[in-house]
């Protein structure tokens, strides 16, 4: 499976909240808030947060 980076960042930056992002996948709203804030590099994404953000945002984009 090949995740597409780009399509994580655009949920990233869309209108949707954390917590909506939260509540969907599992994924802590802080580590949601620093990849937002570019406090850390979606590049060093762990791989289990990457594909859940991926799975997500496939359903809602």
Do not use: V
């Not at 994580?8 to 509540?23: F, G, M, N, P, R």
């Amino acid at each position: 499976m090949i995740i597409d980076i780009n399509k994580i960042e655009k949920l990233l930056k869309s209108d949707i909240t954390s917590y909506q992002i939260c509540k969907a996948t599992g994924i802590a709203t802080q580590s949601l808030d620093n990849y937002r804030k570019y406090d850390s590099k979606l590049e060093n994404m762990r791989l289990g947060i990457a594909l859940k953000l991926y799975d997500y945002a496939k359903q809602i984009l």
